[in-house]
């Protein structure tokens, strides 16, 4: 972060770090929360819902940028910042990324994630490995027929890109 950014905002952070103790103690799952802001304003909250929503995709981080698109009607959080209760796990970290928005703050580190047993360590392992040595077996196969879709959508005038 370059020293003319804007600091970060402690209440947004307390905001995230709320959130994750007050859905963590009501039963929704893991103790992790976020908010995403815009122009010094909270458009969306979200808390990580895992265990009771059966969605092992529904951590804070994913289910504040779903919100958070639906409010400002787009697929990409320009201008947004993200506050976080804790480091992004890599599937939250790829959704950032993906969402593109101008920053993200986190509290816990992912170290203190892992010392109450949610530990990702793995799968940082698990993506510096090549196919074949991976625990999780993939295969690629029917290519050819898949490329078709690709083909259409390299073609269509009216895509939209991202």
């Avoid at 908010?35 to 951590?59: E, M, Y």
């Avoid at 940028?65 to 939250?92: H, N």
């Avoid at 986190?106 to 074949?132: H, M, R, S, V």
Wanted: with cysteine.
């Amino acid at each position: 972060m370059s020293l003319d950014s804007p600091q970060p905002n402690p209440a947004f952070m307390r905001e995230a770090i709320q959130l994750s103790l007050e859905k963590m103690q009501a039963g929704f799952g893991g103790p992790f929360g976020a908010v995403i802001v815009k122009d010094g304003q909270i458009i969306a909250r979200g808390f990580n819902q895992v265990t009771s929503t059966l969605d092992p995709t529904c951590h804070a981080e994913v289910d504040a940028i779903r919100k958070a698109c639906q409010v400002l009607g787009t697929f990409q959080l320009d201008g947004c910042d993200l506050y976080t209760s804790c480091e992004p796990c890599p599937m939250c970290l790829g959704a950032i990324y993906w969402a593109r928005p101008a920053r993200v703050f986190y509290a816990n580190t992912k170290a203190d994630a892992a010392a109450i047993g949610f530990d990702d360590q793995f799968i940082y392992d698990e993506i510096d490995k090549p196919l074949p040595e991976r625990r999780l077996p993939m295969q690629q196969f029917l290519r050819d027929e898949a490329l078709v879709s690709f083909e259409a959508w390299r073609a269509k005038e009216s895509r939209t890109d991202y």
